[in-house]
């Protein structure tokens, strides 16, 4: 991964972390698989505390896969996860409710 690559995905889980509302996590225990065009990571929720890091997580509760800058625009506010999903930009696999509460929970 090259270290522009590198610098926007710390930007985007920076964010990711400064936006998670513990409040809306109450009771959600989940692993999230984000698979970009620039690396893979992941996201787990339990105990209304959040853990981000690269790579790959075991038997994830729903994958989601993107270009790395629509998830950039998703997260910024700018593409709407609703419509990206409906324009084949965001892919879900699992379980979708999990994807729909991440709007919830990381406020995008």
Partial sequence: MSSVSDERMREVIQKMLNNFN???????VTRIQLNFTDG???VSIENQQVNIGEGAIENPDVTLSAD???????????LNP??????????VEGN??????????FGF
């Fill in 82 to 91: 609703i419509m990206a999903f409906m324009s084949n930009k965001l892919r």
């Fill in 96 to 105: 979708p409710s999990i994807a729909l509460k991440m709007q919830q929970i």
């Fill in 68 to 78: 790395m800058q629509d998830y950039i625009d998703m997260i910024n506010g700018d």
């Fill in 40 to 42: 893979k990571y992941w």
């Fill in 22 to 28: 513990a409040e809306k996590a109450l009771g959600i």
